[in-house]
């Protein structure tokens, strides 16, 4: 099993002026809730269009380096527990309550992956896809140790399920269908988290107690809907 790695970085030495104003600019256009074109970034920050094709050849390349500089914080976090379960609960704990900060950044990414993908199956697709996937680097590094206790399959499986909660997406349904605060959307996320680990768990091979709870948290009652 072999866990993905961390995206690139942006351009260093004299190109990172350039890179870095080019990257200002992008970041608070989509901040204000748009993804703006190469050539319109240009403009904006008064540069030639090759010059920011330069750096930028597609909005996909953009929108990474966008989703990348907002999301340093996050990425740059890493688990210090040895034991598996603990470092995942570490990985919510410190990270996704930051998701909030950088929700245009990410939903910017959410919107352009899918506009992407609709493209792409009709074959109208002109540019590089976007492609998302960091959640998955993140996961895997926090739960591994727990690969040995689930096993290949269920372990796999767990991931997959996680990459459900952590990300935009609990943002986008809990708050815009529901209107959950931000603590809401925290506590349920933490909930579905708690009772994903609780259910590998206790059909991992040799698990004991198999219909007792391996898992208790006393914060995860959702409180009522609120903005």
């Not at 914080?73 to 930051?98: I, S």
Request: net charge positive; charged share 25%; hydrophobic share 40%.
């Amino acid at each position: 099993m072999r866990t993905p790695p961390p995206p690139e970085t942006g351009p260093t030495g004299p190109q990172a002026r350039t890179y870095r104003l080019l990257l200002g600019h992008a970041m608070t256009l989509v901040r204000r809730g748009r993804i703006p074109s190469v050539p319109e970034l240009a403009v904006k920050a008064r540069v030639s269009r090759a010059t920011a094709y330069r750096y930028f050849p597609s909005r996909s390349k953009l929108v990474s380096a966008v989703v990348a500089e907002s999301l340093a914080p996050v990425r740059r976090f890493e688990p210090t527990a040895a034991d598996g379960l603990v470092r995942v609960r570490e990985l919510f704990d410190k990270t996704f309550p930051l998701f909030k900060r950088f929700e245009p950044h990410m939903r910017a990414a959410l919107q352009l992956s899918l506009e992407h993908e609709s493209l792409e199956r009709m074959g109208l697709l002109e540019e590089e896809p976007y492609r998302r996937g960091h959640r998955q680097y993140m996961l895997h590094r926090a739960a591994a140790p727990l690969a040995a206790t689930l096993g290949p399959e269920a372990y796999d499986r767990l991931i997959k399920a996680l990459s459900l909660i952590y990300g935009i997406e609990s943002y986008v349904v809990l708050r815009d269908i529901w209107g959950a605060s931000y603590r809401e959307v925290e506590v349920v996320a933490r909930w579905m988290l708690e009772a994903l680990i609780e259910s590998a768990l206790r059909r991992a091979p040799g698990a004991r107690g198999q219909g007792t709870p391996l898992v208790r948290n006393r914060r995860t009652t959702p409180s009522r809907s609120r903005r």
